[in-house]
């Protein structure tokens, strides 16, 4: 069984540009959550989706989105980057909320 | 406010050198404890849930305990391929707050 795959690997960015991460959830998740990780924060939950429908969300700025499509796979969308915004971006899928399965993550560079 | 804390930040431990690593919580409303493990380059990797005090989780040289203020996850006779940073997390309501996890070294 695939696991949770996420495009692209590494990003470059330069400041006020915007950037678009991709996440396939494992066959039959229906929830996939999204986090950042950086080296002082740690992981901070952005938002989890489930059936196309945004569930809960956490304290970022507007400029964080995210979607989801009818097959499960989902986007975020960071607008108007910014130097701060560098980070591994996560996307991990589940049966429901509770054991998370983790993509290797997106690590994106904001110049 | 709902906090999570790890400690040590980072661990340093000869091979066979038995340890423990602490995750405690102020959260309102625990349903549930994650230990998770994290590689280089990689995304977090689920090792254990643990629901109520007094609960236990084993997995080869992995204990994970429960009490009502933290966990612990004791590490016995460690291996240069249980080198990884290893992250607690707690689930309040729908939620997952991550601790920022110890980074653990093993040498041979």
């Known amino acids: 069984k695939a696991g949770v795959t996420q495009t692209p690997r590494y990003l470059i960015k330069t400041r006020g540009q915007q950037v678009t991460l991709s996440c396939s959830p494992i066959?039959?998740?229906?929830?996939v959550s999204w986090y950042q990780q950086t080296p002082g924060q740690g992981l901070q939950f952005l938002f989890e989706y489930f059936s196309e429908t945004q569930r809960n969300k956490g304290n970022f700025p507007g400029r964080f989105s995210g979607r989801q499509f009818s097959n499960s796979r989902s986007e975020m969308n960071v607008s108007t980057l910014e130097l701060g915004d560098s980070a591994l971006y996560l996307c991990?899928?589940?049966?429901?909320?509770?054991?998370?399965?983790f993509g290797s993550g997106t690590q994106l560079s904001v110049l | 406010e709902d906090q999570v804390t790890q400690s040590p930040e980072a661990l340093r431990l000869q091979e066979g050198e038995s340890s423990s690593l602490n995750c405690s919580y102020t959260v309102s409303g625990l349903r549930g404890l994650f230990w998770y493990r994290q590689d280089p380059g990689k995304g977090p990797e689920f090792l254990f849930t643990l629901y109520s005090a007094g609960e236990e989780k084993e997995k080869e040289r992995l204990k994970a305990t429960l009490t009502k203020k933290e966990s612990f996850l004791h590490i016995t006779a460690p291996k240069p391929e249980d080198s990884a940073t290893y992250l607690c997390?707690?689930?309040?309501?729908?939620?997952?707050?991550f601790g920022t996890g110890t980074r653990l070294q093993v040498f041979p």
């Open positions: 997390a707690v689930q309040v309501t729908d939620k997952l707050i």
């Open positions: 991990a899928s589940s049966l429901g909320s509770e054991k998370l399965f």
């Open positions: 066959s039959g998740h229906r929830s």
